[in-house]
């Protein structure tokens, strides 16, 4: 999903691994199924029906027991007018808020702040904390991280290099804080037979 590196499936274990789905992803690049893979395998798969006022994400996850469920659930596509002309697509999530990413658990798809109500139990690590500071402006640049370099369509030019250099600001404090976590288990776990040397 272009968003699934080491780090970040790494990092997304803490609240429950969620495969996740920016409105970028359904309405600019056209596509309706998408699909994600660990070690080139394919490990899930989703349909969407996209129709000009709503879209149908239809999938089936299967636990560790092995049971199946399947999601079969319309979520509402909302529009406001740009600044500029044009207008902004949003998801309109179950609890009402305009949202640009839901995420695809194995019971409902629903928007961050749906969620982090369900694991409030779970305390954000700090590394949590900046890459959900890194996601904030990556969702107001389209949310697709191959494609932070490409102003939108409708944005101002020197809005969209505000956001550029945040986004690139947060990105450099995301990927310091996950160096820092992996030299701590380095130093926690030294390659084996390099003690001695
Ligand atoms: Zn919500």
Known sequence: MGRGTYIRANRKRNTGDFRSLSIYDLTQTGQSSFSWSRGGTVIAQISIFVAPESCVFGYTTTDRLGNKRVVDQTIFIDRTPCHYGGQRK???CRCGRRVTRLFLTSAVVACRHCLNLNYSSQ?????DNLWRRRDKV???????????HIKPKHMQSRTW?????????????????????IEKAQRLWPAPGRRSS
């Open 123 to 127: 305390i954000e690590s700090p590394l």
């Open 138 to 148: 990556l969702d107001k640049l389209g949310g697709d991280v191959n494609r932070t």
């Open 90 to 92: 949003w998801f309109l």
């Open 161 to 181: 290099a505000r956001l550029h250099y945040e986004y690139n600001h947060a990105m450099i404090q995301a990927l310091g804080g996950a160096i820092q976590e």
